[in-house]
């Protein structure tokens, strides 16, 4: 086996989604995907684009954004590495109705969405792990759908930092690392706050020492004080 295929088949083994598959399965999906390396605000897809393709993101980060008819953009969601996305494609057969463009450098494996189905249709085990993720990406969309209907910005800010870190933070000790962290500006836009809005709150919170942040990084020194100020 040459060694950039070693390389795409142990970035595979270590997407959760497939790590109860066999060798042999986990070769055969090997051979039924395609890497490539994609610069920085690179479009994946586009929006009214026909759905034929399901993608997952090694390295780098990805956000799925709307545009609306001001030229103003919404971002949607951020993908971090060992994610997947464009997944609706698995289950509509229509157009894209959102984009998807790197936020950083990213090396992306995408697979046709038939060869998909039809993998996943030898392989039970995934279908049942596949129906779980996607049934956790429908509650945290409808936590967020939530948090904007019910919650002063504040509220909306603070449960995001607290998923997020949940989701892709490293817990040492009493503390949980994020890295790297998100922009302010990106922050609002999941959020439907002002850049500045999310600044004043994060330095607030960072004086009272209850995070650090700076650009590459999210600290949580007291996360059951960030939990306290939402329950």
């Not at 684009?49 to 990805?62: C, Q, Y």
């Not at 289950?91 to 992306?108: Q, S």
């Not at 919170?205 to 004080?225: P, Q, S, T, V, Y």
Request: glycine share 4%.
């Amino acid at each position: 086996m040459k060694m950039a295929e070693k390389s795409k088949l142990w970035y595979l083994e270590n997407f959760n989604l497939f790590s109860n598959l066999s060798k042999e399965d986990m070769m055969k999906l090997n051979d039924l995907v395609k890497d490539s390396h994609t610069d920085k605000d690179v479009p994946i897809y586009f929006a009214a684009e026909p759905s034929k393709t399901i993608f997952f993101l090694k390295t780098g980060r990805v956000k799925i954004t709307k545009y609306l008819s001001d030229g103003s953009e919404k971002i949607i969601a951020i993908i971090n590495p060992g994610e997947i996305f464009g997944e609706m494609a698995y289950f509509d057969e229509g157009e894209r109705t959102d984009y998807a463009v790197t936020i950083e450098p990213a090396l992306i494996c995408a697979i046709n969405k038939s060869d998909f189905a039809n993998f996943v249709e030898k392989n039970p085990s995934l279908n049942i792990r596949l129906t779980k993720l996607f049934g956790l990406k429908l509650k945290n969309f409808s936590e967020r759908v939530e948090d904007l209907i019910f919650k002063d910005a504040n509220h909306r800010i603070i449960s995001f930092i607290i998923r997020y870190s949940e989701k892709n933070g490293k817990k040492v000790g009493d503390q949980i690392f994020v890295k790297p962290f998100l922009k302010h500006q990106n922050i609002g836009q999941l959020t439907a706050c002002s850049r500045q809005t999310v600044n004043y709150l994060l330095t607030d919170l960072c004086n009272r020492e209850i995070i650090d942040f700076d650009r590459n990084k999210l600290i949580i020194n007291k996360i059951g004080e960030l939990k306290k100020m939402i329950s």
